[in-house]
């Protein structure tokens, strides 16, 4: 409600109204003096219907001339009073229109405080409903970080053993490499002591026509020597020939081991790098999934459309 206005105010505004041959109501009356609330003019005129007639007595106390013919009298009284009765009329029916008006503007806001009421429970749910959503969002995020760590600890661990598998590798190509040049090494020691063995009893056998039974028995010796030493070294070449062979086995284990770690590895690296991503996501749909709440703006905005409304 306006500030101000006073009754003198009204009243004034109704009297030049009157005398500028118009009939007083709120509407014009607010036009008149630029403000005040409906129910405030109203209420001010009404006193001013009111304390219309008792006026228009004392003024036609005071208009009275003495002498004056009794017809002119009784015809001016009855004009007064047919006046009388038609303002009284059309005051009561603007009264009627405007409580009317004041009863509809009453029951429009109603509906839209009942509009804004449901529109504010049914933003208290969604409220509550984003918050659960945003609570399970971050719980799911908690566990996804906590499975982050562990696939962390886990690549580091499979890193570790990856170096160990490599390392060990690198071990057994040494030790692969050293016993092939060792066998290449007795081989060839072996081929030229038989070499040589030969070489002996080509020789002895040349000078056995002179001593025919010490160079048999000489030359039975050597075969045996020699068939001995043959079968050592066969012996040996066997015993490496596993050896190279058990030690080729281990390799190819280590090599396939060495894959499969290799692989693994590079599997949990891709997961690593699609899970460095997941907060992010999270974090992003968990805002969009919160709704916003009214601003002051539009509260204020509700609140002085519901006062220019509302009755005074």
Not at 117 to 125: F, G, H, K, M, Y
Not at 208 to 231: C, P
Not at 239 to 262: G, N, W
Not at 276 to 294: E, W
Request: charged share 30%; glycine share 2%; net charge neutral.
């Amino acid at each position: 409600m306006a500030k101000g206005i006073t009754e003198d105010q009204v009243h004034a505004a109704a009297d030049a109204l009157v005398v500028a041959g118009e009939r007083p109501t709120v509407e014009r009356i607010r036009t008149h003096l630029g403000t005040g609330s409906p129910n405030t003019v109203t209420r001010l005129l009404d006193t001013w219907w009111q304390a219309l007639g008792a006026r228009l007595t004392a003024q036609h106390s005071m208009a009275s001339i003495p002498d004056v013919p009794a017809e002119i009298a009784a015809l001016a009284g009855q004009w007064w009073a047919q006046a009388w009765q038609q303002a009284r009329e059309a005051v009561q029916v603007d009264m009627a229109v405007e409580r009317q008006q004041l009863a509809d503007a009453r029951l429009a806001l109603e509906r839209e405080r009942a509009a804004c009421l449901d529109e504010q429970t049914r933003q208290r749910q969604a409220l509550v409903q984003a918050q659960q959503a945003e609570a399970t969002a971050a719980a799911r995020l908690i566990d996804i970080q906590r499975l982050v760590e562990q696939q962390a600890a886990q690549l580091a661990d499979l890193a570790q053993q990856r170096e160990a598998l490599e390392t060990r590798n690198e071990r057994l190509e040494r030790e692969f490499l050293s016993v092939t040049a060792r066998l290449q090494t007795q081989e060839a020691a072996a081929a030229a002591e038989r070499e040589t063995l030969a070489q002996q009893l080509r020789a002895a056998e040349d000078h056995s026509h002179a001593e025919v039974d010490r160079a048999r028995q000489e030359s039975k010796g050597l075969r045996t020597r020699l068939t001995a030493v043959e079968k050592e070294r066969a012996t040996e070449r066997e015993s490496h020939q596993q050896e190279l062979v058990a030690l080729r086995t281990r390799l190819a284990t280590a090599q396939q081991d060495v894959a499969a770690y290799r692989a693994r590895v590079e599997t949990l690296e891709q997961q690593w790098i699609t899970l460095g991503d997941l907060p992010a996501i999270l974090r992003a749909q968990g805002q969009t999934m919160k709704i916003k709440r009214p601003s002051p703006a539009k509260k204020a905005t509700k609140s002085s459309r519901s006062r220019t409304r509302s009755p005074r």
